[in-house]
């Protein structure tokens, strides 16, 4: 394998476990829940608009999510939302934080056959405390060198956490679902970014494909990765 | 100053600033709002309980806070809070995340004396995005020479810490408002730990103080701290 990569980053959620997939649930349970109070697009989008509108006070994260829905409710109704609505929707995020972790296909082999060969990085945003749940429940705690949890993914950020716990972001690559929060700015790091989409991805995580990047790539799952990193070699860009 | 001692860890809130204190305001607003469903104790203590039942699912923080009166506004009012109450208290939630950082007598110049000869290490429990915020806004964040979020502070926590940043936990100092979180676990690891009692604690941060423990200290204020630092030799224990 290329002695010029030393580190692999892994975003979490989506990537590794599945993790959009509950916010749709929930969020359908959400819009029956207050279905005569209009059609479903419409109040998915004042959810959006109010999930966007707080991102910045609540971070991201399952808590926030709840309250962002709670606001929803309330204002969709001019306030007539009944208490047991709103409880309704307080154990909904409840279990989303209860979830048993699902990981995705190709995930363990994966990281048990680079844990030996690369120093594994952990890179993902959200809520500290149910992150580190996930990490736990996923038995794959192990085989990551470290752990970083952060409040934004940018060039800075992959930059840091490169240096720190690799040989800096020109030997390291990330791997992501989201292209706005795992590809463009490890790219714009120096990085090799690989993109592996997940079916269900937060608008807010879109962005467009860097496909003129010679350090950017594209999988469609998982089990690819080991395939391509074994094709990069040292004199690649 | 003693060549035994190298890392200085520090609690963030209580200890560099208040935080306790817009808790306290935010559950008397609470209280009074649903003023008419009990008498402030009850309610009080009903709130409490929702908190410690939360908390393993929720962790520590505003969000979770906010969503745990939600949950006791409905509970005491067996559903029949009304949508307004509801969203007074998210707002109520929404302003403790925006509160101005309120920094602690003493703190600044003796974190920026201490940062010459010592490496300096945030070390708190919480939410990352908010703790994030107020480290920022503190303006102290070029003072620590490494900010270690984590969901629990035990023994284990402060070693990892120690070791990480520092030369392990003997020749550590934890400097904390909490018995529970900062000072007994840090003893237990080895570590000095000096406990600065805040007037506003949560019960759920009180414990014994280790008084037989010879590297347990105590302090009114953080003003005491350097002229303790500089009578801890390195043949103390």
Known sequence: MSPALTTIGFDADDTLWQNEHFYRLTEGRFLELLG??????ALS???LEAEKRNLALYGFGIKGFT??????????TDGRV????IA??????REMLRHPVETLP???ETLETLAGDYA???ITKGDLFDQERKL???????????VEIVTRKDAATYARVFAEHGDGAQKSMMVGNSLRSDIVPAIAAGSWAVYVPHPLTWVVEHDEEPVAAPRYRHLEHLGGLIPLISTIGAGHP
């Open 106 to 108: 190709h995930v363990r």
């Open 88 to 93: 309704e929707i307080l154990a909904a995020g």
């Open 45 to 47: 989008a004042r959810l």
């Open 36 to 41: 005569e109070h209009g059609d479903r697009a």
């Open 67 to 76: 309250l962002s829905m709670i606001e929803t409710a309330i204002e969709i």
């Open 136 to 146: 736990a429940e996923s038995g794959l705690g192990d085989l990551f060198s470290a």
């Open 120 to 122: 594994i990085v952990l």
């Open 82 to 85: 009944s208490g047991a609505t």
